[in-house]
């Protein structure tokens, strides 16, 4: 015991972590017992994944105790080392302990502020500001998403409202965002339509499926249950995406709002409502082919400078989720932008953040007709210099029901765990599914080998899952509280487009390690083990073995600014023109009567500015290890200065 003493090997686990005690027992440690923690703990916010996480936890652990009366090696050491200071902290979640009271040689798996990116409202918000710290467009890899609690962000995703309108007027008529994408829907059907009716062969009905993501009508129905629509409604969707067009590339500065916006509200309501007839009644544009040039060369036009287009599918479905919850409750996907207003308005919860909207992934790669995401786990030790372990092994989650857009049901569309565990898996779904819904990453490999597409997972879906995590670290990492002896394991979903492309959709801190399923007793058990290795084993032997994890990306340490740039501003006074006339410039020697009242030192500087640079910047470096990750960020990454 003297030897654990000197070595400082005494940790303390506050939650159900068998893997991660049985690890450090291995490795010579020894265990102080976390029972004053549990009046800590109740001060927690209830509904939080860790809290209840705990609560499950505190039934297992009080049965083990009661299974282990009889004392063994282990308790007997425990029970020596209990007014010591444990000197490896896991628990369940960081407001467990106060980590600002630890002492520095205290090892804890939480750092402090990680909200920027673990809160959908922090991602939602910070992501805007990725530019800001890589080359990089958030719009490439992480849909779109609002928050409906303030006014600026429900002016995002509706639009504006006008001063020329009454103080009454509702959102739903002033809409933007979701009103632009309503638009480009109305092009992609013209166009879908006249591709199906090409590629159709003769004398065949085309068929479609309901459960493509941009699955249409056929207009070929019997006229009797169908309206027609005007070509007006197409030229009206040209207006809006070539007036969307037209403010990116700031053609709308010097004209007045409503032309900016390309329609009145009385034709936006019109729009509105063939829209809805077009896609989810009985309505359909004739002669489609009239109208395929213009509407394909103009959505050509849009997707260059949209990243997102492509996921946007047909049906303007958004996403709906609480921004205080997790665990997938009470997420709902929406298509019509009064529901969505009508939500959030019946909310009454005193949460001030209290819904994110986000952009549904409509066209989703799907297995068997089956949509499913994947968790990838990495691994943070640093955030100055800011160093990321990237775990090689993953793994899929399945939703028990057969993917169709003609249903919002969020066991279709939501593919966590702890909503999919409670239902029970559609029996018209595919038999090569696992009952479990879960594959690992390397069974998905296998997969895409047997059709052919076997080299994607390398070339595409692993490096840019990798790509995507150091870009959001650098953005994040300006909002962090770097602790040294901290550490933090993260969960990143991601959800892959048709295009085998990733999409994150979110980062969990403390993501759940139970064995739910025979894929998660393995790959969390190997992870939590693996953790050790990097945090604990490779202090003393950098050359050890760290299982399954990789350095992903190592920055030189670099001084940490006095400021957040996030926290930057303009500040300025209004310039207005004079009432009265001024005197001709000609008769007044501005030069000359500012540099006379000065002395010869301050003449010399307003005649030649001294515009020499500060000091050069450091720029960011890669591990010499990572060969194929060299194109991951360009040099001016988090912390260069903004000039």
Not at 163 to 190: C, H, N, Q, Y
Not at 256 to 278: H, I, M, P, R, V
Request: net charge positive.
């Amino acid at each position: 015991m003297l030897l654990q003493f000197e070595e400082k090997k005494i940790f303390s686990i506050y939650g159900h972590y068998p893997v991660i005690r049985a690890a450090l027992r291995r490795k010579g440690w020894v265990e102080k017992k976390f029972h004053f923690l549990s009046r800590l703990a109740a001060g927690v916010q209830d509904g939080s994944t860790a809290v209840i996480e705990h609560k499950c936890a505190e039934g297992r652990e009080t049965q083990e105790v009661a299974l282990e009366r009889v004392y063994n090696i282990h308790d007997m050491r425990s029970r020596l080392v209990k007014n010591e200071m444990p000197y490896f902290l896991w628990t369940v979640k960081k407001g467990v302990i106060n980590y600002r009271s630890l002492s520095c040689d205290q090892m804890l798996n939480h750092f402090g502020k990680t909200s920027s990116f673990t809160t959908k409202m922090g991602l939602c918000v910070n992501m805007r500001s990725l530019p800001w710290y890589v080359q990089a467009n958030p719009d490439s890899f992480f849909p779109r998403c609002y928050g409906l609690y303030t006014e600026s962000e429900k002016q995002a995703f509706l639009g504006p409202r006008s001063p020329a309108r009454a103080e009454g007027a509702k959102l739903d008529e002033i809409s933007d965002d979701f009103r632009r994408t309503m638009a480009s829907s109305i092009l992609k059907w013209v166009v879908s339509q006249q591709s199906r009716s090409r590629n159709r062969p003769k004398g065949r009905r085309a068929q479609t499926s309901d459960r493509e993501a941009d699955s249409t009508k056929v207009p070929e129905i019997a006229e009797s249950k169908l309206t027609g629509l005007s070509g007006q409604l197409v030229d009206m969707a040209c207006k809006v995406c070539q007036a969307y067009l037209g403010q990116l590339e700031h053609k709308d500065i010097d004209i007045s709002e409503d032309t900016a916006n390309g329609l009145t509200e009385d034709e936006w309501k019109d729009l509105t409502q063939q829209y809805y007839a077009l896609i989810h009644g009985n309505a359909f544009i004739p002669s489609p082919r009239n109208h395929f040039s213009r509407c394909q060369a103009l959505l050509d036009k849009v997707t260059s400078v949209s990243p997102q287009t492509q996921i946007d599918g047909l049906r303007n479905i958004w996403i709906i989720k609480p921004a205080a919850k997790s665990r997938g409750r009470d997420i709902v996907c929406m298509n019509r932008v009064e529901d969505i207003l009508g939500l959030v308005a019946a909310d009454d919860l005193p949460t001030k953040a209290k819904w994110v909207v986000q952009k549904y992934i409509e066209t989703p790669l799907l297995i068997y007709d089956t949509k499913f995401d994947i968790r990838q786990w990495f691994l943070v030790t640093d955030w100055n210099p800011l160093t990321i372990w990237f775990y090689k092994e993953s793994y899929l989650r399945f939703s028990t029901q057969r993917f169709s857009l003609d249903s919002l049901d969020s066991a279709i569309h939501l593919c966590n765990n702890s909503i999919q565990k409670h239902l029970k898996n559609d029996k018209d779904r595919s038999p090569l599914l696992p009952r479990h819904n879960m594959w690992t990453s390397t069974r998905f490999q296998e997969y895409l080998q047997r059709r052919g597409r076997g080299a994607l997972w390398g070339s595409v879906i692993y490096p840019s899952m990798k790509r995507t995590i150091v870009q959001v670290m650098c953005m994040a990492q300006d909002h962090m509280e770097p602790r040294r002896n901290s550490f933090e394991l993260y969960g990143a979903d991601f959800v892959l487009g048709r295009d085998f492309k990733p999409w994150l959709i979110e980062i969990n801190s403390s993501p759940t390690m139970h064995a739910s399923t025979p894929v998660t007793a393995k790959l969390c058990a190997q992870v939590q083990e693996d953790t050790i290795k990097v945090v604990v084993d490779r202090r003393t032997d950098h050359n050890c073995d760290i299982g399954n994890f990789e350095l992903l990306w190592r920055q030189p340490a670099v001084e940490l600014s006095p400021f957040h740039r996030a926290d930057l501003c303009v500040e300025g006074v209004g310039m207005r023109k004079a009432k009265k006339q001024m005197l001709p410039t000609s008769k007044v020697n501005f030069s000359s009567s500012i540099s006379d009242t000065q002395p010869p030192e301050v003449r010399r500087s307003l005649a030649m500015p001294d515009l020499a640079p500060g000091p050069p910047q450091p720029a960011l470096q890669q591990d010499p290890n990572l060969k194929d990750e060299g194109s991951l960020l360009a040099p001016a990454c988090a912390l260069s200065e903004l000039g």
